[in-house]
């Protein structure tokens, strides 16, 4: 059963802009990631957070965990064009970290040139 | 690094007939697939999980006898629709996990098959 909710479920901002996207959890995890997909194709993975972690960037992604709340958000500076696509938030379903993913609802982000 | 390929990536059958769809991890060794499906703007679905030289394991309400997988290499898993049904009209994705190194932690996925029952 998918325990990951994301909002906004869909998103359109102008290229330049930031996109802030959310995910709130149910479980205890030890890992939270994000992953990216464009329309009819395969995932791609985008960052990885440990539950002892608060805060992760990559590039112009910068990726928050609160486990107290159960939520995590990605932002995407800078937004260009290419960055359409739909943004999913996964979670482990057991204890390592090779377990089953559990995903999102997803974000839909669309970025107008 | 990390390339996992689906074969076909997209199929068209007629309803009563079975589809074999394909996931090999290219450059790197597979213990562990995984097999979801997603409809229309909706999110993944984890169907199963499959373990070279094991049976699958497959998750609640995901029929054995329908969705059969087979993993009998570490770079090849199979996943075949029997008797299909126009409601198995759906993406189906594959991933993979490795055995060592960098490739233990995550799970990369192919790039998706687009399986259509008339």
């Known amino acids: 059963s998918q325990q990951g909710e994301e909002d906004p479920q869909a998103l359109s901002i102008q290229e330049g802009e930031n996109a802030t996207m959310n995910c709130s959890y149910k479980?205890?995890?030890?890992?939270l990631q994000w992953y990216r997909q464009n329309s009819g194709r395969g995932l791609v993975h985008l960052i990885l957070?440990?539950?002892?972690?608060r805060e992760k960037h990559s590039g112009r992604l910068r990726v928050t965990l609160d486990t107290s709340k159960k939520s995590s958000s990605l932002l995407i500076t800078a937004s260009r064009a290419a960055d359409t696509a739909s943004y999913f938030c996964?979670?482990?379903?057991?204890?390592?970290?090779?377990?089953?993913?559990?995903f999102g609802e997803g974000t839909q982000l669309t970025v107008n040139p | 690094g990390a390339v996992v390929s689906q074969h076909p990536s997209w199929v068209i059958c007629k309803s009563g007939t079975s589809v074999k769809i394909e996931c090999r991890s290219l450059?790197?060794?597979?213990?562990?697939m995984f097999w979801y499906r997603q409809f229309p703007k909706q999110s993944l679905m984890l169907m199963a999980t499959?373990?070279?030289?094991?049976?699958?394991?497959?998750e609640q309400g995901v029929e054995k006898d329908k969705f059969l997988i087979n993993h009998a290499s570490l770079t090849l898993s199979t996943l075949t629709v029997t008797s299909a049904h126009p409601e198995d009209s759906s993406f189906y994705i594959c991933?993979?996990?490795?055995?060592?190194?960098?490739?233990?932690?995550?799970?990369?996925f192919g790039p998706g098959t687009r399986l259509t029952v008339t």
């Open positions: 991933s993979a996990q490795g055995t060592s190194g960098r490739y233990r932690y995550e799970q990369y």
């Open positions: 479980t205890s995890i030890n890992n």
């Open positions: 957070i440990r539950s002892n972690e």
């Open positions: 996964a979670t482990p379903l057991g204890e390592t970290s090779g377990s089953r993913l559990t």
């Open positions: 450059d790197f060794q597979a213990t562990t």
């Open positions: 499959s373990n070279e030289g094991s049976k699958a394991t497959y």
